[in-house]
């Protein structure tokens, strides 16, 4: 298999994806801004999304696909498929109680999660009954995440990859056409959110069904709980549970001190992240999705070598195109933000706030993607306890970080406080792995290290001069040629960092791998 086109096959529907993403976002900024209402979305949100990452893609996918890897490798196509079957029936009925219990204690949730809206009685309201509507997402896209790890494994990316989007086509069809001729248009996303869940479960089935690894849903929990390999799994997930759950508690923390800000606070974080999610999505998570099988299949052949090499490709790539993501979110902030945001009910002040949230982000943008590149070299092992502590370390730390940022910065010192988490947490698994002898560096580190700072330097002083020298809320006036000069900017900024870098000597080709 072709790595590198594999990437480029994952990371263009996730731009799809991500696209369409920032087009539901804009819609929603135009249409509600950074209000009560829009916190109150976010956070409800929040929490679905949350816990799909606790049970769904995090721990789940991390405990699932090194094990179900090794079963199709090893043991051949009747023992995977009960395993398949085993693993869909626990989870499907599970979900469906953790789903249940969210609708029925949705009051109790809002107020752990957004103590802040109690005493804001129609925000309060608006986000539990939000939180009713879309709490069963977290049962749909689990059994997303469950289909996605099959055909991961089986490498077909596609599918998995393009699923995203339709759930922001729900979001944006619900903001055009749904939500004005609603009494309160907001409640419109989510119910877009619940019938975007069941539209992403849907089109993974055809993908299984051809190849003919479609679960099958039973009756008899008991039995499936006692298969062998769905024991195994819980096994794993037990520590990844809680490796991503310690993720997780500092994000609702977040939460709840954004709750307690200045309001729109949550949206301004919000608004940030999804421009962060295009670089982390775009290279972290394409780049874990196509590692973690090729990694647990090295493991499982015992080719060390082979692991080593793909750590090392992975982790070169992501500083080829991390890094002047960095700077690009450092930097240029206020015109992306401007660009994408200020339009409608979305002023010159958010967009200053989102900016410096932006820029607090754009410092831990390496850590937050090179996490998505190691972390996998331990699950590939099945070793979750590694990452376990180091995660509750690092929550610890960010803890104290927003203690110190958040009195200072506000909002800002929330994303930073994430930042220095990330690239902590980023550098004590890199540790990790270089003590245990898992990853060691090719030759030529160095130079490639050289040539990235020069190049990012120079790249550093072209966008700095575009951000300083044009008024970029002015242009809203004239939103076409404002539009046309940022594309303009992203453009040379291309060119000059990748010439540049080609001029240095370095040469792309030394990119391409396969992986058998």
């Avoid at 039995?223 to 390999?229: E, H, K, M």
């Amino acid at each position: 298999m072709n790595l590198l086109k594999a990437l480029a096959t994952i990371s263009s529907l996730t731009m799809l994806s991500r696209i369409t993403g920032l087009v539901r976002e804009i819609l929603i900024a135009r249409a509600f801004g950074a209000s009560d209402m829009t916190d109150a979305f976010n956070v409800a949100f929040r929490i679905p999304n949350l816990l799909r990452r606790i049970f769904g893609e995090g721990a789940f996918s991390q405990a699932f696909v090194p094990i179900l890897g090794e079963y199709h490798t090893k043991r051949g196509d009747a023992p995977t498929k009960a395993l398949i079957d085993a693993v869909a029936t626990v989870m499907t009925w599970v979900l469906m109680a953790v789903s249940l219990l969210g609708v029925i204690g949705a009051p109790l949730v809002m107020t752990v999660v957004a103590t802040g809206f109690r005493g804001q009685a129609d925000t309060y309201t608006a986000a539990v009954f939000m939180t009713r509507v879309m709490f069963p997402y977290i049962g749909l896209i689990s059994l997303v995440a469950l289909a996605s790890g099959i055909l991961n494994t089986w490498r077909k990316f596609a599918v998995p990859a393009f699923t995203p989007v339709l759930l922001n086509l729900c979001l944006i069809v619900a903001a055009l056409f749904v939500g004005p001729h609603m009494e309160q248009p907001i409640y419109a996303q989510a119910w877009g959110v619940l019938i975007g869940g069941v539209l992403q479960l849907a089109i993974q089935v055809p993908a299984l069904r051809r190849l003919g690894v479609m679960p099958r849903i039973r009756f008899n929990l008991r039995a499936a709980w006692s298969d062998p390999g769905v024991r195994r799994i819980l096994r794993q997930m037990g520590p990844a549970l809680l490796a991503v759950s310690v993720a997780q508690v500092s994000q609702i923390i977040n939460t709840n001190i954004a709750s307690r800000l200045a309001a729109g606070s949550v949206s301004y974080l919000t608004y940030a992240d999804r421009l962060m999610e295009f670089p982390t999505a775009l290279l972290g998570v394409a780049l874990g999705t196509i590692l973690l099988p090729s990694l647990s299949r090295a493991n499982a052949s015992g080719d060390h070598a082979e692991y080593s090499s793909l750590l090392d490709w992975g982790l070169r790539l992501t500083f080829l195109l991390a890094v002047p993501c960095a700077v690009g979110l450092f930097v240029f902030g206020a015109p992306l933000t401007a660009v994408l945001f200020n339009y409608g009910k979305f002023d010159a002040h958010a967009v200053e706030m989102t900016r410096q949230a932006l820029v607090s982000y754009g410092v831990g943008l390496m850590g937050l993607i090179s996490i998505k590149i190691l972390a996998p070299g331990f699950y590939a092992r099945q070793d979750i306890r590694t990452p376990v502590k180091i995660a509750l370390l690092v929550l610890v730390i960010t803890q104290a970080c927003n203690v110190a940022f958040v009195p200072w910065i506000g909002h800002a010192g929330l994303a930073l406080s994430i930042s220095a988490g990330a690239t902590l947490n980023a550098l004590l698994l890199f540790y990790g792995l270089r003590r245990r002898g898992l990853y060691r560096p090719a030759p030529g580190w160095w130079l490639f290290l050289a040539q990235l700072t020069a190049s990012v330097l120079l790249l550093s002083g072209m966008l700095l001069w575009f951000a300083r020298n044009f008024d970029w809320i002015g242009l809203g006036a004239t939103p076409l040629l404002r539009i046309a000069l940022l594309a303009s900017c992203l453009v040379l900024a291309a060119v000059v960092y990748f010439g540049t870098l080609w001029l240095m000597g370095l040469r792309y080709s030394a990119f391409r791998r396969r992986a058998g």
